[in-house]
């Protein structure tokens, strides 16, 4: 993690471009949080930034591996149609594994009721508790995992058909599994943690947006060396 962040740094304008990408995904927000109806406009600018990541990925993952060209410059901010396209293109990957788990949810909710087991007085209501929360819990984990990796070929392949690819992305993890685990688990702990800490502090909720965006940067980079050390 130090080196990648030491890559990034090494960039002349790498503050320049991490400002940009924070104050696209504070605008999306905001503008989402002020009118719902603006939805599409949000979604349209998160996948700009999305995009971005994604070609942070594919500079990673095709670099021959010397320290030079690890260490090289972010990508810079142009065609923005080609970044929109792309990103918004694998958000909509994203939103099929939500709703995956929304659809789970419902039908553990639906059986609850119809058995009673949801009933706080109902005596099998712990064990379905308790299941129900493990059952979600364990699929927004495991789904973030196998995303994050398909993420990483999705921006390797640069098309539609990588993002189905399900199989390719098993077949990589099972090459290298402690690699990509604790890759993904350092870089989205490290996310976590820049969204969340800043936000308990009012001056904290200032620079969320710029940290939490460049633990993106840093994550796209982790994952993109992961990728290409498990071909």
Do not use: C
Request: net charge positive; aromatic share 14%.
């Amino acid at each position: 993690m130090t080196s990648v962040l030491s890559s990034i740094t090494a960039d002349k304008n790498w503050l320049m471009k991490v400002s940009i990408g924070s104050t696209v995904s504070y605008i999306a927000l905001a503008i989402f949080l002020l009118n719902p109806m603006f939805a599409p406009v949000s979604v349209v600018m998160g996948g700009i930034t999305a995009g971005y990541l994604l070609r942070v990925m594919r500079q990673t993952i095709n670099v021959v591996g010397t320290k030079d060209e690890t260490d090289g410059p972010l990508p810079e901010w142009n065609q923005i149609l080609d970044l929109m396209i792309s990103g918004v293109s694998w958000l909509s990957f994203s939103l099929f594994f939500s709703f995956g788990g929304v659809i789970l949810a419902f039908s553990l909710f639906t059986h609850g009721l119809q058995s009673r087991h949801s009933l706080v007085i109902d005596p099998h209501f712990t064990t379905w508790g308790t299941s129900t929360f493990l059952a979600i819990y364990s699929y927004y984990v495991l789904t973030s995992f196998f995303t994050a990796l398909l993420m990483a070929n999705f921006a390797e392949e640069e098309k539609m058909m990588a993002g189905f690819a399900w199989l390719k992305v098993i077949k990589r993890i099972a090459k290298a599994p402690v690699l990509m685990l604790t890759t993904w688990l350092a870089s989205a702990t490290m996310v976590f943690l820049a969204a969340t800490v800043p936000s308990l502090t009012v001056i904290g909720v200032i620079f969320a947006p710029f940290l939490t965006f460049l633990a993106q940067v840093i994550q796209a980079r982790m994952l993109g060396f992961a990728w290409r050390a498990a071909r």
